[in-house]
């Protein structure tokens, strides 16, 4: 249940009654009613800005208006008071009833809660890690896979059909150097002593496997084979080996993907041409010659013809070549192809999420979704920006095993795959991120996955103790004795805290999945944590106020079911996250 949702169907109805007597035209909009928490909790439980924006149809003052709102959201018998404040805003407060009541509604969800249906079940397309399989993954590909990955569970959360996506990059000339790379490790595995590896070749260890595989299969055939068909057999040898390395690397993180379209066979199929004919139909492509790059001396620029895409049609700054002075496609044209086929394949909201570098690329990419499928798609880039590492304050060294990086694998076994996911979620996408390997281990509120798991575990230990209490032999625990507790019982300020922060939870969901942006649950995770932990000390404090009772068995079973529906909504973040909600630590 959204309590947003179901009060603006009351404030509706309010404003209803407005329009019966008069006072509203019947004709009256309501779409830019909100109803939504004030910005001071001291004001109320909600808050509604109905007679701000309809005061001006409505010919009235605002609070003149927001008066006679007032009058009939009292009326109703929903709140316990109703306030008008500041230009117009009304705030309204809740009976602790309507809290505690929420209580049993959160346990009989159990993890689902939170779920919505605002995506009505729509498909979207979510591309994300598309790292080009030139070997393993490192630390900068790592957050745009927690990312684009928390993003696609968001979305399923939020009621979407969710495509998960990896576009392999098997076609340019990285994959050559990947070729010539791995024929190096396979004169390597044959005996041949290659020196120092060449610059501008891959040198990490991870290729001597390849060569060594080439070798065992192909003896020493390649060395005297055409150069040509040497080639075919150690690229596709190669890339398929690193994809392995890739999807281990990814399976690490618990990341799994629906489909992996290779760009290479999007070339073979002649779909770059066939888009590019579908523009040329609509009169989007030309023959030109562009302005010179800004700080270019003219003396030193060429003007060549080009073939060129009309993306100034539709927003970008300039037109966009096609094709390189060579005769060959530039990569913006089979970028082009690839999201027309998402599109035919039924994605209407395509999402891609990209690394710090690209993102001078995006215009152009929305300017090309937007003229190939005619205005029938979006697209939404998603920037991950760059990750530095570091213990204890320090940057850390490169990787001696990939030749110039950290490995995501060596940053998942030094700190597990729940701290990496979280703290890569722990900052908005577009924000650089520090991660202190020191700090994202260290037991204390400071380590926000620490802190939020150890809330989890403590609703767990409190649930195991009550099990084993000996004034609780006999009495049932279960969810579904649970719900049938007196949570009247539950009327202590923290406690009603609690619930209305757990309250919050299906708002937050629907709210970071119309942004695409996960990091919202990780921000409310923490926050709730802080909640709970706060109740936990508060106890410790005030001993009437601890979990287990055992000589007031009502109010232990309403505070049981209190933080029994606490880890479900906390279990429930974890998952959108992809963060495992420990009953333990140690």
């Not at 080009?306 to 049609?313: H, I």
């Not at 995501?408 to 202190?436: H, I, T």
Request: proline share 4%; with cysteine; charged share 25%.
């Amino acid at each position: 249940m959204n309590i947003f949702h179901h009060f603006e169907d009351i404030v509706r109805g309010a404003l209803g009654s407005l329009q019966t007597d008069g006072t509203l035209s019947a004709d009256t909009d309501f779409a830019r009613v909100t109803v939504e928490p004030p910005r001071d909790t001291s004001h109320g439980d909600i808050s509604t800005n109905a007679a701000m924006v309809l005061a001006k149809p409505a010919g009235m003052k605002p609070r003149d208006l927001a008066d006679k709102i007032s009058t009939a959201l009292e009326a109703t018998g929903n709140f316990s008071a109703v306030s008008v404040a500041g230009p117009g805003f009304i705030n309204m407060t809740l009976q602790p009833a309507f809290w505690q009541t929420r209580v049993a509604d959160i346990l009989g969800a159990g993890p689902a809660y939170g779920a919505s249906e605002i995506g009505k079940g729509e498909k979207v397309n979510v591309e994300y890690v598309s790292a080009n399989p030139t070997g393993p993954m490192h630390v900068g590909h790592t957050r745009g896979a927690v990312f684009g990955d928390a993003l696609a569970n968001l979305l399923e959360k939020a009621g979407f059909d969710v495509g998960r996506e990896y576009y392999i990059n098997d076609a340019g000339g990285q994959i050559g150097v990947l070729a010539e790379s791995a024929f190096l490790r396979y004169r390597e595995a044959l005996g041949e002593d290659i020196g120092d590896i060449p610059e501008g070749l891959y040198p990490g260890d991870y290729l001597k496997p390849v060569g060594k595989a080439l070798a065992d299969a192909h003896g020493d055939k390649l060395l005297n084979m055409e150069a040509d068909a040497r080639e075919e057999i150690v690229r596709l040898a190669a890339v398929d080996a690193m994809m392995d390395l890739i999807r281990e690397d990814l399976a690490l993180l618990g990341i799994e993907h629906d489909v992996f379209f290779s760009e290479r066979a999007l070339h073979q199929s002649g779909k770059v041409e066939t888009a590019l004919q579908r523009l040329d139909g609509m009169g989007l492509i030309y023959e030109g010659v562009l302005d010179p790059p800004k700080g270019k001396k003219l003396d030193d620029w060429e003007a060549t013809p080009q073939t060129l895409f009309r993306s100034t049609n539709f927003g970008d700054d300039f037109d966009r070549a096609l094709k390189k002075s060579n005769g060959s496609w530039t990569y913006f044209a089979p970028d082009i192809a690839y999201h027309l086929d998402k599109y035919q394949r039924g994605y209407t909201h395509l999402i891609d999420v990209w690394g710090a570098d690209h993102g001078g690329y995006i215009k152009r990419m929305n300017s090309a979704v937007q003229a190939i499928t005619n205005g029938g798609a979006a697209l939404d880039v998603k920037i991950c920006q760059l990750v530095r590492l570091m213990r204890d304050g320090e940057p850390i060294k490169m990787s001696k095993r990939s030749g110039n990086f950290v490995t995501l694998r060596e940053v998942v076994e030094e700190v597990g795959r729940d701290a990496v996911r979280f703290m890569m979620l722990y900052r908005k996408n577009d924000a650089p991120l520090d991660f202190d390997f020191a700090k994202v281990t260290e037991q204390s509120k400071d380590n926000a996955v620490f802190y939020v798991q150890y809330a989890h575990a403590r609703i767990h230990s409190v649930l195991r103790n009550a099990k084993n209490d000996e004034g609780l032999k006999g009495v049932d625990l279960s969810d579904a004795a649970l719900v049938g507790a007196d949570l009247t019982c539950l009327v202590d300020e923290a406690e009603l805290g609690l619930i209305k922060q757990m309250l919050q939870f299906p708002r937050v969901i629907e709210a970071a999945a119309e942004a695409h942006e996960p990091h919202r649950v990780a921000f409310y995770l923490f926050e709730l944590a802080s909640l709970f932990h706060s109740l936990w000390n508060k106890g410790k404090d005030q001993p009437d106020l601890r979990f287990i009772l055992a000589e007031q068995r009502d109010v232990t079973l309403a505070r049981l079911a209190l933080i029994r529906a606490t880890g479900y909504v906390i279990a429930s973040g974890l998952g959108v996250l992809g963060v495992e909600p420990l009953e333990e630590m140690r």
